[in-house]
């Protein structure tokens, strides 16, 4: 059974920082990309980021490119987005999601339940 478990989330000020987690299970990393997706209030879900199981190569989009960082922990089964100097328009639910393939296309198979991020002062 495929499970992606997201945490990390919460409330902070414009300027902070934040570290979330997607824990997974139930399938081949190998096989998959994970994706880091978000979704903020009235706006449609939109990719920010995305790691390949296989060769550990990142995309990030261009408006986060610069202070969003993904990284995994394969010992852990853990992937990460470290987020950095956060602004208002990141208040959203981040989901984490796994994709089959070799490439970033944020067309995902698995979706986490989300989880919360409010940047506000």
């Known amino acids: 059974q495929v499970q992606l478990v997201e945490s990390g989330g919460g409330s902070v000020q414009p300027g902070g920082s934040l570290r979330l987690s997607c824990v997974f299970s139930?399938?081949?990393?190998?096989?998959?990309?994970i994706n880091w997706f978000r979704q903020a209030p009235g706006k449609e879900r939109e990719g920010i980021a995305c790691?390949?199981?296989?060769?550990?190569?990142?995309l990030d989009v261009n408006y986060v490119k610069d202070r969003f960082t993904i990284s995994r922990d394969i010992a852990k089964n853990t992937v990460y987005l470290q987020m950095n100097s956060l602004e208002a328009e990141d208040t959203a639910t981040y989901y984490c999601?796994?994709?089959?393939?070799?490439?970033?296309?944020?067309?995902?198979?698995?979706w986490g339940q989300g989880t919360q991020v409010t940047v506000s002062s």
């Open positions: 790691i390949s199981g296989r060769d550990n190569s990142t």
């Open positions: 999601a796994a994709e089959w393939g070799q490439y970033c296309l944020f067309a995902p198979l698995y």
């Open positions: 139930g399938f081949d990393l190998d096989d998959y990309v």
